[in-house]
């Protein structure tokens, strides 16, 4: 089920909301965390069933050996820690990849060999990137001694629960478990009502009219990589660029808002990453609970800064062509999270020969680094990127006498988009000079002006003939 939908806004969440806090208002508070537990599943198996008793299996499974490393912690041990962690933390990694990857192993395989081993055209199971690196970080945890006693139906909470279960953000269990068991969280609570309301809109807009509009040019453009001009290619990677931004942060805000609605609060996820002045500073702006996860459990674990330079640019480099392999079974994405990598270990010996470059230099640098990585992100194959950033950079340029007029005019392929350059130039002033979603959230007050801007993103839902997936569905 889509959060732009009207199934979602007018049936499910509506629906859900209710009978929750109906449960709870008669004391049935066991009943009511099961009920979200009941919806979170429905709302998981709408988009296609037969991927429930996945998420089932999986979710049992972890629970028992968080509960085996809870046992081994008040008695005598009877097996290894390490084992027992090994075994796990495989056997979560095994699922996924063999969902995610076995296709383009085979692929790979095939190329190799010469062989032509059969495709298992595998269909991706919805959020099992997330609900995997999750369960993850909660065994991890149990093997350090972090976790309390939890029973199944908080555990099974904490992973389905509807509004970050699909796409994020990453919860760990320690935010998000105690939040579950306050009893001050089964009342209904007006404030955080009108605070989730208004975020769950603004990503709504974020998405259906900002995001789906940029990608309409974005596809367009990378559909015929090769015939752009140098105006095309960077309209294409720019669209692209403010495509992912407001899709993705659009869908945190929308995640935020709805578990807010039940006094749940979300980690923030996003924190204007195009305002970025570094690689480093991006990535503590952007997609903040995946940084979080590769940092505690991966980089951190690979020894982080602690074994010198050179195995810190070694830890630096892995980290982030892991992070970029999680996104997805392609090489675009192995050279994407490479390029990241890359400019963070090229930022750090930046920083330690010291010199210092202007505030306004830094921000170009960076976002123009972060939109030809993103070229590679979107691309279907490396031929695409490659065409795209030829054509950016060495491509046919036309000097119009108004660039407006040439998009009008003269453009082939964005000949009936004629305010395209003035939705660019709109994008970077609110990716830029705009207070965020976050800041915008502190700043709430139940007056006229926030009521206003909510019925303004309301809106939105009459846009809804163009529904669509969110970019992260996919990974």
């Known amino acids: 089920m889509l959060f732009n939908s009207y199934e979602f806004i007018f049936i499910f969440l509506p629906i859900t909301f209710f009978i929750y806090f109906y449960l709870n208002k008669k004391h049935f508070t066991q009943a009511s965390k099961g009920f979200l537990v009941f919806a979170s599943l429905f709302f998981y198996s709408y988009w296609n069933i037969i991927y429930l008793p996945l998420i089932l299996v999986s979710m049992f499974f972890n629970f028992t050996l968080g509960k085996l490393f809870s046992v081994q912690h008040k008695k005598k041990r009877r097996y290894s820690k390490k084992m027992l962690l090994g075994f796990g933390v495989s056997a979560n990694l095994a699922l996924l990849g063999y969902f995610k990857y076995t296709d383009f192993f085979l692929i ?47 555990y099974a909470l904490f992973v389905t629960f509807f509004p970050q279960l699909i796409a994020g953000p990453i919860v760990h269990h320690a935010e998000m478990m105690p939040q579950f068991a306050k009893l001050k969280n089964k009342v209904k609570n007006y404030q955080h009502i009108a605070v989730g309301l208004f975020l769950f809109f603004m990503g709504l807009f974020k998405k259906v009219v900002i995001g789906d509009t940029f990608a309409n040019w974005a596809n367009q453009g990378f559909a015929v990589a090769d015939k752009l001009n140098m105006l095309e290619a960077w309209i294409a990677s720019l669209s692209y660029t403010f495509h992912i931004y407001f899709d993705f942060s659009g869908y945190t805000d929308m995640a935020i808002g709805a578990a807010l609605l039940f006094n749940i609060k979300l980690p923030k996820n996003f924190f204007s990453p195009y305002k970025a002045t570094s690689i480093q500073d991006f990535w503590r702006r952007w997609h903040i609970t995946l940084s979080r996860f590769l940092r505690d459990y991966l980089y951190i674990p690979l020894g982080g800064n602690r074994k010198g330079e050179s195995r810190t640019y070694l830890n630096l480099f892995t980290t982030f062509v892991l992070g970029g392999i999680w996104h997805g079974a392609g090489w675009t ?18 920083q330690k020969v010291g010199i210092h470059m202007p ?26 990127a490659k065409n795209v950033l030829k054509n950016m950079f060495t491509g046919t340029f036309v000097m119009p006498l108004s660039l407006i007029d040439h998009v009008k005019h003269f453009s082939k392929l964005y000949q009936h988009e004629t305010y395209l350059l003035l939705w660019m130039l709109g994008a970077f002033i609110l990716v830029l000079f705009f207070p965020n979603s976050m800041e915008l959230k502190k700043r709430f007050k139940p007056n006229f002006f926030y009521m206003g801007l909510t019925v303004i993103f309301f809106l939105a839902v009459f846009l809804l003939y163009r529904k669509s997936e969110f970019i992260y569905f996919n990974f």
């Open 108 to 154: 790979n395989f095939n190329r190799v060999t010469g062989l032509e081993v059969p495709l298992l055209h595998l269909a991706l199971p919805l959020a099992i990137s997330f609900y995997t690196f999750q369960q993850i970080a909660y065994l991890v945890d149990s093997y350090k001694g972090e976790t309390s006693d939890y029973d199944f139906l908080n």
């Open 333 to 350: 994405f192995v050279m994407w999270g490479m390029l990241h990598g890359v400019g963070l270990i090229v930022q750090r010996i930046w």
């Open 359 to 384: 505030r306004v230099l830094a921000w170009f640098i960076t976002f123009n680094f972060v939109n030809i990585a993103w070229v590679f992100f979107n691309a279907e194959n490396f031929h695409v």
